[in-house]
C-alpha cells in the first residue's frame, strides 16, 4: 500500500471517546423485543447477545466471520447522540465470505435456530419449525448476488420501527447515501473484552474502539454530523438516488453543504429514484412503506416531508413525460392529505380535491383543471416476505 493510501485510510478512521464508547456499549445491552405474528411469544434480545450467538454458530458451520460493525442511524449516535436523528433500527454488519447460495442458506438456517434460544421458557421448541420462525418474526429478507454486490439481509420484527437488521456482506459497492448515515463501528474489541475481562470498563480501563466514515474523512462526515449538513457524492450510485433520505433530512432541519451543488444533484437523485421506482404503484408502496418506517415517534414531521418531497420533484425531475410527472406530483399531494387527515389538520374526508396549474401546451376547452384524488383512510399493512426479496 502506497503511503497515499495509507494516509487516505487512517483519515477515513478514528478511535472513539470514552463518552462514545459508554453509549455503543449501552446500545448493545439495550434489550430489544422481536414481535411474533400470531401467537408467537415477543423475544427479548440484546445486540450484543445475538450478535454473539449468530457469529458463534455461523463459524461452528464452516463459515468464517472477519467483523462485526454497527452502521447507520445507530452508529451516527454513538458518535454524536444529538444529532437530531436519533436512531431507530440497529443496523449489524456480518464481514464474510459468500461464495455460493448454499452458504447464503447457511446464514438463513443460522439465524432462525438462534432466534429458538431467545424463546421464553415454558415454549415447546420440539415443534417449532424453522419456517414458522421465519413467518413468526423475520419482516423482511433480502438477498443480492451480483459482480459487485454479493450481501443478505434479515430483517427481525419489531412492531415500533426498532427492527434488528442482520446484514451479511461479503462486497457492497455503495455503502453509505449521505456523509451523516456513512459510519460503520467495529464491535470486535467490545465484544472480545466481555467475554474475557472480569474487570468492568472505566475511563481509564475500556478497549480501544474504531469507527470508519465510509464516505471518506471521518472529521469531516463528523463534522456534518454535529452541523446537521447534508453531502454526498454520486447519488446515482444509490439505489432510489437517496431522494427520501435527502428530503427526509431537510424535513429534519438539515441543510445542504452547497445549494448549487445540491440542486444539481437533486436532478441524479429524481432520476435514479424514478428508474428504479418507474410505475406510479411500485411508487406509491415504496413512499408509504417509507413513511411507515422511518417516523416513528416523528409523525409530525410526514407532511413537511412529503411538502418537501413535492417540491424537489417539481423543480429537479427532468425524465418523465409531462403526465407521468403530474400523476406523481398528484400522488404525493394526495399522501400529504392523508398525513394531514391523520392528524387531525383537516376533516377525515373519503376524498380530497387537489387544484393544479394545467401546462401550458393544454388548450382544449374540455380539459379538467382539477384532480380528485382518492385517499385512503389507513396505511398499507405489510405482510412478512415469504421467500428472500431479490434488490435490483
Not at 427481525?156 to 420501527?161: M, P, Q, V
Not at 424514478?274 to 417516523?295: G, M, S, T
Not at 418523465?320 to 387527515?341: F, K, N, P, Y
Amino acid at each position: 500500500m502506497s503511503s497515499g493510501d495509507t494516509s487516505e485510510q487512517s483519515r477515513r478512521v478514528s478511535v472513539l471517546s470514552w463518552d462514545q464508547v459508554q453509549r455503543l456499549d449501552s446500545i448493545l445491552g439495550e434489550s430489544v423485543p422481536i414481535h411474533g405474528r400470531g401467537n408467537f411469544p415477543t423475544l427479548s434480545v440484546q445486540p450484543r447477545q445475538i450478535v454473539q450467538v449468530v457469529r458463534a454458530r455461523l463459524e461452528e458451520r464452516g463459515v468464517v466471520v472477519s467483523d462485526v460493525k454497527l452502521n447507520g442511524s445507530a452508529a451516527s449516535h454513538v458518535l454524536h447522540e444529538d444529532n437530531g436523528l436519533g436512531y431507530k433500527d440497529l443496523d449489524l454488519i456480518f464481514g464474510l465470505t459468500l461464495t455460493d447460495d448454499n452458504t447464503f442458506r447457511v446464514v438463513m438456517d443460522v439465524v432462525l435456530d438462534c432466534l429458538v434460544d431467545f424463546l421464553p421458557e415454558g415454549v415447546c421448541r420440539d415443534r417449532i419449525t424453522p419456517l414458522a420462525l421465519k413467518d413468526a418474526y423475520v419482516q423482511k429478507l433480502v438477498k443480492v448476488c451480483k459482480e459487485t454486490d454479493r450481501w443478505s439481509l434479515i430483517s427481525l420484527s419489531n412492531n415500533t420501527g426498532k427492527n434488528v437488521e442482520l446484514k451479511f456482506v461479503d462486497s457492497l459497492r455503495r455503502q453509505f447515501e449521505f456523509s451523516v448515515d456513512s459510519f460503520q463501528i467495529t464491535l470486535d474489541s467490545l465484544l472480545l473484552f466481555d467475554r474475557c475481562s472480569e474487570t468492568a470498563m472505566s475511563e481509564t480501563f475500556h478497549p480501544t474502539v474504531q469507527g470508519e466514515s465510509m464516505y471518506g474523512d471521518f472529521e469531516e462526515a463528523l463534522g456534518h454530523l454535529r452541523s446537521r449538513t447534508i453531502a454526498t457524492r454520486n447519488p446515482e450510485e444509490i439505489r432510489g438516488g437517496g431522494l427520501l433520505k435527502y428530503c427526509h433530512l431537510l424535513a429534519r432541519g438539515f441543510r445542504p453543504s452547497s445549494e448549487t451543488q445540491m440542486k444539481q444533484m437533486q436532478r441524479y437523485m429524481c432520476s435514479r429514484f424514478f428508474i428504479d421506482f418507474p410505475d406510479i404503484n411500485v411508487q406509491q408502496r415504496k413512499l408509504e412503506a417509507y413513511l411507515q418506517n422511518h417516523f416513528a415517534g416523528m409523525e409530525h414531521k410526514r407532511y413537511e416531508c412529503l411538502v418537501t418531497l413535492r417540491r424537489v420533484v417539481d423543480e429537479s425531475t427532468v425524465c418523465l413525460m409531462g403526465h407521468e410527472r403530474r400523476q406523481t406530483l398528484a400522488l404525493i399531494s394526495a399522501l400529504a392529505l392523508r398525513v394531514m387527515a391523520e392528524q387531525n389538520a383537516i376533516p377525515a374526508l373519503s376524498n380530497i380535491t387537489c387544484y393544479y396549474q394545467p401546462a401550458p401546451y393544454v388548450r382544449d376547452v374540455n380539459f379538467s383543471n382539477y384532480y380528485v384524488a382518492q385517499v385512503q383512510s389507513h396505511l398499507t399493512t405489510w405482510n412478512s416476505y415469504q421467500t428472500w426479496l431479490p434488490c435490483s
